[in-house]
């Protein structure tokens, strides 16, 4: 394999490269996917029928205790990565474990958060408003935990194999994806939370 | 027994009991035929497993080719049942299973897969390149959407067809009207193979961009590749809304979300402005690739270089913005106001002016040239007069308030298929008549091929003319029959007749397919049309890594210059080739979607976890797979070289 060592790791080789391009063009993509289910929440936002409306719902505490988590762990995996480009393996990941750790509890919240809805009678059946509420929610929630899932598979392979051109790729990507999940959060924060409880 | 009672078919008749018996002798046959001939083993290894985007190019077109027949028989039935007045051939029920399955089938199923086969045959070559940029995810690609296919063909004999349209209106496509599990089929095998269309659309923008040959800037890129290039953009950006209006649109059925319904908040226009908001684009999506496909025919056989190269650009860039802001003239009459229709309609009547932009430089490419009437060229000039009649009573559609005249009539029905068939049909017929001999390394029988040509298009002008005379005189779209007193049975006759002739231009093509199979030499050169661009300038067959030594280029016309002007395409000295190694985990991954989608259609809740468990696995798999692709030695590309060299 041809390998460029003026590039970082993750872009040494043309594969790579590829990949790179690619991922972007998936969170292309996803911002449409994601555009989309904004655009219907905001369409059938205030038609809560006979159930309850978003501000009756919403509370401050858990949200922006889940806004701290999310905002967290996209820092530690900047670091994470710019461990790796310094070539610290244990520094990498450490960071990289805090980050799905913070993941976790993130979705632990979510979790809770939905429970609490579902209690407050915005179950997924009960009007438009919650139907698109929690689809939303849970479509973001559903790639946190999918992104858990493959950051461990990552973590192990850069434990077994080390930094190589593979490796670094992948954990590069998945730090790409970490990071739109944060930028989709700080939307669904702004403009589903706050905007609604407003 | 009660599960087994869903399964059934809930209006049954001769016709489905009978398809029931042809797919059950069918399988039995390719079962019985791969055994009997030993040819399980090929079949996995060479196509199954393959990630060679020539191969999956072909899957591509054989799975176009059957579903083109699929569709093809519900419009014969369609214009069977309405050719005479009170005709009892269908009922209402199976009339409105076979124009949903025939609009479906034909715009997802068989033009979607025409138009990707022949990019993913083409485009690498096109660009000097040795395969896509992920040929793991091409062969995903491909094997969703074949799934995708599969699982809604199924729904002919397992549980009924979607019956509300191909548009699929909410509430009519909600639970309350559309009890069966028809509708389910719709949502989740248009899901399975939008998913495969979403990868191929990043693959291809990829390759595009990454992979193309020294030298040939984006400026001098073929123009079938440009117009790639464009319907991937377009493809990544519309085929998500309708990941999520689709998911929605299941969530309301299986689960009792409350988006489309109406009540409790729910908004039916939701659904319509979703559906064409991925919709609209996705017109686009079918024929930029045919125009490229014309583009490249009509240079090569007027002999002349492509007029306007920088406004044929320029204008599908701007039909791509353009396809995104239209979507509203599809549902004028459903209550907007006249402000948003009135935006919608200028918006939409822009459009004809860069299509506009690109006949007259068909036309000019076409002045002075010096013409070939062959095969891919006569679609190409029977194309310019019927599109530009279909494309012209589209700008008569877009105004909104005449559109209260047309909307919903037979009107509508005429303009979309003389959009469709000239537009869609007729390139892709003419790109598999010229491409086919690199496909394949032999000709189509070019007399044969215009006897298909002449029924095919003197057809679609018969059947679908008389309906703008019957659309004006208000013969209302998906009416499965109507009284004589309407007049309208003239014209429905003529219809009928066009049909027929258009079936029997399609049967012609299929003779001419087994013809030249059997007949037509084999000693064609690699360059039998004297074309203009790279992918004629590799050995017929195509070798598995396309070309020995990568092409140089500086021009968009690169191997027409190295003809006849004396520029060098390749420089490079013979070495070892890196090429993916095959994967059988796409196919199989893509069969756990299958059971996935069925288990989904039908409530099974455990089918449900257990192939959902299976694609992680798959995914699983392949996250920690070490896989660095294969080497071909230098003695073995010199080995092919010279033995395809002495083929010639």
Request: glycine content about 8%; proline content about 4%.
């Amino acid at each position: 394999m041809k390998l460029d060592h003026s590039q970082p790791l993750e872009y040494s080789s043309e594969q790579g490269r590829l990949n790179i391009l690619g991922f972007w063009i998936f969170i292309g993509a996803e911002v449409m996917l994601f555009g989309t289910l904004f655009a219907s929440y905001f369409t059938l936002e205030g038609r809560h029928g006979s159930g309850p409306s978003g501000a009756e719902i919403f509370e401050i505490a858990p949200v922006l205790f889940e806004t701290i988590l999310l905002l967290t762990s996209s820092f530690t995996v900047g670091l994470a990565i710019h461990a790796m480009r310094l070539n610290n393996k244990k520094a990498m990941m450490t960071f990289f474990i805090i980050t799905l750790v913070l993941g976790l509890a993130f979705l632990s919240v979510e979790i809770y958060e939905f429970t609490h809805y579902i209690h407050e009678g915005a179950g997924l059946t009960v009007s438009a408003f919650s139907s698109a509420l929690l689809t939303t929610l849970g479509t973001h929630g559903l790639h946190v935990t999918l992104g858990l899932f493959w950051g461990i598979f990552i973590l192990i392979q850069v434990a077994k194999r080390g930094f190589t051109p593979e490796t670094a790729n992948k954990s590069f990507i998945f730090s790409l994806y970490w990071h739109f999940l944060d930028v989709v959060w700080i939307f669904i924060f702004s403009f589903i939370y706050l905007k609604g409880m407003m | 027994m009660e599960f087994f009672e869903r399964f059934a078919i809930p209006h049954p008749s001769p016709i489905i009991y009978a398809s029931m018996v042809a797919i059950g002798i069918t399988l039995l046959a390719i079962i019985a035929g791969l055994t009997f001939f030993k040819k399980w083993g090929y079949l996995w290894r060479e196509w199954l497993t393959t990630v060679d985007h020539k191969r999956i190019g072909i899957m591509y077109l054989i799975s176009a080719l059957l579903m083109l027949f699929r569709g093809g028989v519900d419009a014969l039935m369609m214009r069977a049942q309405l050719a005479t007045p009170e005709a009892q051939l269908l009922d209402s029920q199976h009339y409105n299973e076979i124009f949903t399955t025939h609009g479906v089938v034909m715009i997802i199923f068989m033009a979607m897969a025409f138009i990707i086969a022949l990019m993913n045959f083409v485009v690498p070559l096109q660009i000097g390149a040795r395969d896509v940029a992920f040929p793991r995810l091409n062969a995903l690609s491909f094997w969703l959407y074949f799934m995708g296919a599969m699982l809604f063909n199924l729904s002919f004999v397992i549980g009924g067809s979607p019956s509300s349209g191909w548009t699929s209106y909410f509430p009519l496509a909600g639970n309350e009207f559309s009890p069966s599990v028809g509708t389910n089929y719709y949502m989740i095998a248009i899901q399975i193979a939008g998913i495969g269309t979403l990868i191929t659309g990043i693959n291809f923008i990829v390759t595009i961009l990454k992979m193309r040959a020294p030298g040939m800037k984006l400026m001098k890129m073929p123009m079938f590749t440009w117009s790639a290039l464009i319907t991937n953009l377009i493809i990544t950006f519309a085929f998500p809304v309708l990941t999520v209006a689709l998911a929605m649109g299941t969530m309301d059925r299986l689960f009792g979300t409350q988006f489309f319904t109406t009540g409790n908040g729910g908004m039916d226009m939701l659904w319509a402005n979703l559906f064409w908001v991925w919709g609209h684009p996705e017109v686009y999506i079918l024929v930029l690739p045919a125009f490229g496909i014309y583009s490249e025919i009509i240079s090569t056989f007027a002999k002349r270089n492509l007029y306007g190269y920088k406004s044929m650009v320029a204008s599908m860039v701007i039909i791509s913005l353009l396809s995104f802001v239209v979507w509203v003239h599809h549902f004028f009459t459903m209550g907007q106001g006249a402000m948003v229709n009135s935006i919608f309609s200028i918006t939409t009547m822009a459009i004809a002016v860069p299509t506009g932009i690109k006949i007259f430089n068909w036309l000019f490419t076409l002045y002075k040239g010096s013409i070939r009437f062959t095969v891919p060229m006569m679609y190409s000039l029977g194309f310019l007069p019927i599109f530009t009649i279909g494309g012209v009573t589209g700008v008569m559609l877009g105004m909104s308030a005449a559109d209260y005249q047309y909307h919903n009539t037979m009107f509508l029905v005429a303009h979309f298929h003389l959009v469709i068939i000239p537009g869609v049909v007729f390139a892709m017929l003419a790109g598999l008549t010229y491409w086919w001999p690199k496909m394949f390394g032999f000709m189509l029988n070019e007399r044969i091929g215009k006897w298909a040509f002449w029924f095919i298009s003197v057809g679609t002008c018969v059947a679908f003319f008389p309906m703008f005379i019957s659309g004006l005189d208000g013969q209302a779209r998906r009416m499965y029959t109507y009284s004589e007193s309407t007049g309208f049975g003239f014209w429905n006759m003529l219809s009928f007749v066009g049909a027929v002739a258009l079936a029997i231009g399609f049967i012609i093509i299929v003779y001419n397919i087994y013809y030249s199979t059997r007949y037509a030499s084999r000693d064609i050169g690699s360059d039998p049309w004297d074309a203009r661009s790279l992918e004629w300038a590799t050995h017929t067959p195509v070798p598995e890594y396309n070309f020995a030594t990568i092409p140089e280029v500086d021009s968009s016309e690169a191997f027409w210059d190295s003809k006849y002007n004396g520029h060098k395409l390749f420089k490079g000295k013979l070495k070892e080739i890196h090429m993916p190694n095959n994967s059988g985990v796409p196919f199989i991954m893509s069969a756990l979607f299958f059971v996935l989608g069925f288990s989904f259609i039908f409530s099974i809740w455990i089918g449900v976890i257990v192939s959902l468990l299976g694609i992680c696995a798959c995914l699983m798999h392949r996250s920690f797979e070490k896989d660095h692709g294969r080497h071909i030695s230098l003695e073995e590309v010199e080995k092919t070289e010279s033995e395809l060299r002495g083929g010639k």
